[in-house]
């Protein structure tokens, strides 16, 4: 599906900006509609988890530390929307809603088409992990995982990770859009992949799509598969990655091993993801 509604996920971290342009990006791209959400917390639905043991004085005073916390993060959501939306050259709209952010988040990506969330940052509190693995699973709509910079272009050189599994082929149809448009696209295969559905029969089907692509194999000497998968995407000079969102279950699972881990803790490129 052509992406023409896209949400953006701004958390008033230090990669909120590179998110919100990465999300311009492909609007641009697909004139599509853009709403930048920021999610505040509730503190008064966390002090149960602080409050016990505590005096009262005490609980006033982790509330009004939180309150404070949560206003900051506001207002730099708020900053680096207005910087990105007076050069963006179209209107980007704000949304702000109070609540768990993985609950709203859930919601509001279930009627658009596309959502862009931060990379997650493994030395942070763990809420963007929390936050992706909603996106993931809980809207059964794709997601684009902005890098920590912004990226000059999105989409013109492709690196679409195959292993012949149920996600990667649900991947693939999520990117057609993107693939159709693109330059180059190279179908990238691990040792390990479904010999039953091989890369070549993947090209010969993006092929009756006009899209244009060449097979081709990832060793991976001594390399983890996700490690390997990045490097051969930068040798080819790609700007965006496409890949399935491995696993049993939930991403905050994933994130513990295998190529999700790789790709989501190291890549600098967008990652373009579906389950």
Known sequence: MTP?????????????EATLDTAVSVAKSFGA??????????????VPIVGEGMSGAMVEQVMDAMAKSVESRAQRARAAYDRVAAKA?????????????????????RLVDLSVLPRPDAAADG?????????????????????????????????????????????????LPYL??????????APGFDKRAPAEALVAYLARHNVKATAQSVELHGKSVGQALLEQAQQLNCDLL?????????????????????VLSHSTLPVLMAH
């Open 4 to 16: 023409k509604s896209i949400l953006a996920l701004i958390d008033g971290s230090a990669l909120s």
């Open 33 to 46: 509609r853009l709403e930048a959400l920021h999610v505040r917390a509730d503190p008064a639905t966390l």
């Open 89 to 109: 050259g179209f209107p980007i709209v704000w949304r702000q809603e109070t609540g768990p952010e993985p609950v709203v988040l859930a919601a509001a990506g």
């Open 127 to 175: 809420q963007m992990a929390a936050s992706l693995d909603s996106a993931l699973f809980d809207t059964g709509r794709p997601v684009l995982v902005a890098p920590p910079t912004s990226p000059a272009s999105i989409g013109k050189r492709v690196a679409l990770a195959w292993n012949g599994s149920a996600q990667a082929s649900r991947v693939v149809s999520a990117a």
């Open 180 to 189: 159709e448009k693109a330059e180059m696209v190279a179908v990238l295969t």
């Open 242 to 262: 496409v890949m399935g969102a491995y696993g049993h279950s939930r991403l905050r699972e994933m994130i513990l091993g295998g190529a999700t881990r790789e």
